[in-house]
């Protein structure tokens, strides 16, 4: 990494701390008492089958869309960061409601927020069932787009959820930074940019452009991964390739990881990042990755983009890149 001697930027000083994060979170679970059925969706029993919720929003990459004035891919984005999770589950998506909070209504930036979900519902080839937008004008200053997915699947198909050691691991390509990260790739680049300067690394396109790449969408994952007997898997969003724990207490090794999109390299040197900031951070090119038994592997690679990247071992951390992450 070039060390361009401005002060290192990490997650927590740009005012998202992981760790208290989970803490809260932890907490609020806590509170109620919590019978979650996966790591990335809630799950209840209706008779033959599960129904499955997932919620999450855009987060600070709204931010950039309003710099910019571009809301057209936001909501993709939306749709994305919630199917996903099912999908990391072994659950079908099926609907979906969005909610938008807003300071004052704007006709013309709803309607490329609803351009944006319509894409990404026909990607997931999922129904919108509705949605609500609240004008707060006092509560919220500029706008906040968040969605709730609902899922179905049968026994058979939700996932193990527990990776084994001996399992390959195959890892699937991300668009780019997607949705998580976005409060630490803002202040880094940021730094000395606008938005609308040139993308050093493609002149044809502009920084913010290269920021609003939409997440994409793993929903045609479903099917390889129960044909070939996929036991976990780990959408790779906040946290980065942390997220892999998720897959049960092992050691995941990781030797030959997809390349990391240029947008990566931008942020890093950009914000003086060290390279264990950026793994914990961002998904550095891969967006979701599966355990799988080693036999299997090739024929689910055979089916779907995905590559072959490493391998689970007995332990608890993350291997890539020369770090060890836990």
Known sequence: MTDTGDERLTYADTGVDIEASEDATAALLEA??????????????????????????????????????????????????NVNDLV?????PVAFVDYLAIDEPDEALT??????????????????LGGETAVMPEVVKGFDLAGTCAGLATNDEILEGEAQAGDALVGFPSN??????LTLAREAVTRDHEYTDEFPLDPER?????????????????????????????????GGWTNLLRMGECEYVIED?????????????????TDEEMHRTFNMGTGFVVAVPEDRAEDLVAETDGQVIGRVEDGESVEIRGLSLS
């Open 88 to 92: 990391a589950a072994g659950v079908e």
């Open 257 to 273: 990881p997809l390349p990391a999109q240029p947008v990566f390299e931008f942020v890093q040197q950009e914000g003086n990042v």
């Open 111 to 128: 309607n490329e927020i609803g351009e944006g979900l319509a894409v990404g519902l026909e990607q997931a080839d999922l129904t919108m």
């Open 206 to 238: 502009t920084i913010g452009e290269e920021l609003l790449r939409p997440t994409r969408i793993y929903t045609d994952l479903l099917e390889p991964m129960r044909d070939h007997g996929v036991r976990a898997a780990a959408h790779v969003t906040g």
């Open 176 to 181: 780019g930074i997607h949705s998580n990260g």
């Open 32 to 81: 109620f008492g919590s019978d979650l059925r996966t790591e990335y969706a809630g799950l209840i029993d209706i008779g033959d089958r599960y129904l499955a919720l997932a919620t999450d929003g855009v987060g600070t990459k709204l931010l950039v869309a309003e710099a910019v004035a571009d809301f057209s891919t936001i909501g993709i984005d939306c749709i994305a960061m």
